[in-house]
């Protein structure tokens, strides 16, 4: 279940944290991140090369190269305190999926 929380109380969530010097991890999914994830199901080798290449260095990527970073990041959002998306219908909205 994707439950979904306002910015206010991610916010103080992260300051309460810092105030008790607890680890806080947010990751904001953004449009190249959402490539990765997809990749390769729903997204194209054209579009994952442009992603990869604007993002790092512009060269083309294997396959093995991209499903590490793949991997990499679902472990990361697997353990993150929040995984946020915007929402542009829902702007002060992020969700923990």
């Known amino acids: 279940m994707i439950k979904f929380n306002r910015c206010e109380s991610i916010a103080k969530a992260a300051l309460d944290a810092v105030q008790t010097g607890e680890p ?3 990751i904001r999914i953004g449009d190249g991140e959402n490539s990765v994830i997809q990749y390769p199901d729903y997204c194209c080798e054209p579009r994952i090369q442009y992603v990869f290449r604007r993002a790092l260095e512009d060269r ?6 991209i499903l590490s970073v793949k991997a990499a990041v679902i472990t990361s959002m697997d353990n993150a305190d929040v995984v946020g998306m915007h929402d542009t219908t829902h702007s002060d909205v992020l969700c923990r999926l």
């Open 24 to 26: 806080f991890s947010l």
């Open 60 to 65: 083309i990527y294997t396959k093995d190269e």
